[in-house]
């Protein structure tokens, strides 16, 4: 997202002009199909794009055309920051271990959905087929703190200080316990 840059409704793909449906619960609707297990991966790219361009395509096209929508559109990777030398060589950087999830849009709606209320005085439900997915993203990232999204991440985040007592040790594991998310089983 750039402030100075139109939302995106459009964009060129290998010299052809698509039309794209942006609207965060389109957008939530393709994370839907992305995990229905039931669907081959083909029958998800197919489905995906229908629903965000509104046209049918099939094969090879449908795969270069998917994989350029979701990486360009639908992701949102944080480039990690190049460090230089003082010979201005970028500075390798140490991989960390991968972050455990805090948020799920799926089991948190109900808490995104009143904290968009709270802080914003934003009714998800009546935005249906408004809020681009980008202005939807950039809002969720900056909940303020004293919304209940951002409270359930702090407890799903906490780990414990020296300092802490027993008991504040006691309540935010009971609270952890409460608000963690549910972790379907992987495919073996």
């Given amino acids: 997202m750039r402030l100075n840059d139109p939302l995106i409704t459009s964009f060129d793909f290998e010299g052809k002009k698509y039309s794209i449906d942006m609207a965060f619960d389109n957008v939530l609707d393709v994370f839907d199909v992305l995990k229905d297990d039931s669907l081959l991966d083909y029958e998800k790219i197919e489905i995906c794009l229908e629903l965000l361009i509104g046209k049918k395509i099939n094969g090879f096209e449908a795969i270069k055309l998917w994989s350029y929508v979701f990486e360009e559109f639908i992701v949102f990777k944080r480039?990690?920051?190049?460090?230089?030398?003082?010979?201005?060589?970028?500075?390798?950087?140490?991989?960390?271990?991968?972050?455990?999830?805090?948020?799920?849009?799926?089991?948190?709606?109900?808490?995104?959905?009143?904290?968009?209320?709270?802080?914003?005085?934003?009714?998800?439900?009546?935005?249906?087929?408004?809020?681009?997915?980008?202005?939807?993203?950039?809002?969720?990232?900056?909940?303020?703190?004293?919304?209940?999204?951002?409270?359930?991440?702090?407890?799903?985040?906490?780990?414990?200080?020296?300092?802490?007592?027993?008991?504040?040790?006691?309540?935010?594991?009971?609270?952890?316990?409460?608000?963690?998310?549910?972790?379907?089983?992987?495919?073996?």
């Fill in 79 to 188: 480039k990690p920051k190049v460090i230089y030398d003082l010979k201005g060589n970028p500075i390798p950087i140490k991989e960390t271990e991968e972050e455990e999830e805090v948020l799920d849009l799926d089991q948190d709606a109900e808490y995104i959905y009143a904290s968009f209320i709270q802080a914003y005085n934003i009714n998800l439900l009546r935005e249906h087929g408004k809020l681009h997915w980008h202005e939807f993203k950039a809002l969720l990232n900056g909940l303020p703190s004293d919304t209940i999204m951002q409270r359930v991440i702090e407890i799903r985040m906490w780990k414990p200080q020296k300092g802490d007592t027993v008991e504040y040790k006691e309540t935010m594991k009971n609270l952890q316990a409460e608000y963690a998310l549910e972790r379907k089983p992987e495919a073996p």
